[in-house]
Each structure stands twice: as C-alpha cells, then as structure tokens.
Nanobody
C-alpha cells in the first residue's frame, strides 16, 4: 500500500509558475513509475507527466517545454514544476503511482486545484 500526499497548487495568473509536490509513504525507488494527471471540469483525466522505470520521462504535448517532473529520493517526493501557465492548465491535479510494470496506476493522491487566471 502506497499513500500519496499532495501539496502546492492554488491560484496564479497566466504566465506564472507553480510547483506541486507529492510525498509517498514508501521509498519512491521501490515504485516502478510516478506520474501526474489532471482533470478539468467536464473533461476526462489526462496524463500530464510521468517518470518511467528506466528513469525516462514522458510529457503530454500540451505541457512539453513548460512542465518538469522531478523527484527527491531522500524525501520520497515527486514534484511537478509548472511554468508559463495558461488558463487551459486549470484543473485538479493528481499524482499517481504505478507500483510494478504489470500494474496500473493503483495509487492516487488526494488531488489539488490549480486555477490559472487570464
């Protein structure tokens, strides 16, 4: 069982920056993949960024060059640095953990609201 506790988020003007944090209850080195998803009102949840088992990263096309996923293994924490924010980035953001390659995204954080004003 992995517990994920998120922090960060809030209200920011377009062009601004925010950093989201996701603290895991276990060593993130033992977790195959960590990721960030978001869900806007009336929309499906979508992947924003993820780290893979081979430590590569993937980003949604809409956030490439603006968002960066990183981790601090000593703190068991994954971050999502969001720069050049746009109103269309407004959503509830969730961190997620895929414990092993054969599993899905079995563990989710509580979600945090990000609102980007124009």
């Amino acid at each position: 069982q992995v517990q994920l506790v998120q922090s960060g988020g809030g209200l920011v003007q377009a062009g601004g920056s925010l950093r989201l944090s996701c603290a895991a209850s276990t060593s993130i080195l033992s977790i195959y993949a960590m990721g960030w998803y978001r869900q806007a009102p009336g929309e499906q949840r979508e992947m924003v960024a993820r780290t893979n088992g081979d430590r590569t990263t993937n980003y949604a096309d809409s956030v490439k060059g603006r968002f960066t996923i990183s981790s601090d293994n000593a703190k068991n924490t994954v971050y999502l640095q969001m720069n050049s924010l746009k109103p269309e980035d407004t959503a509830v953001y969730y961190c997620a953990a895929q414990p092993v390659p054969q599993a899905g995204w079995n563990y989710w954080g509580q979600g945090t609201q990000v609102i980007v004003s124009s």
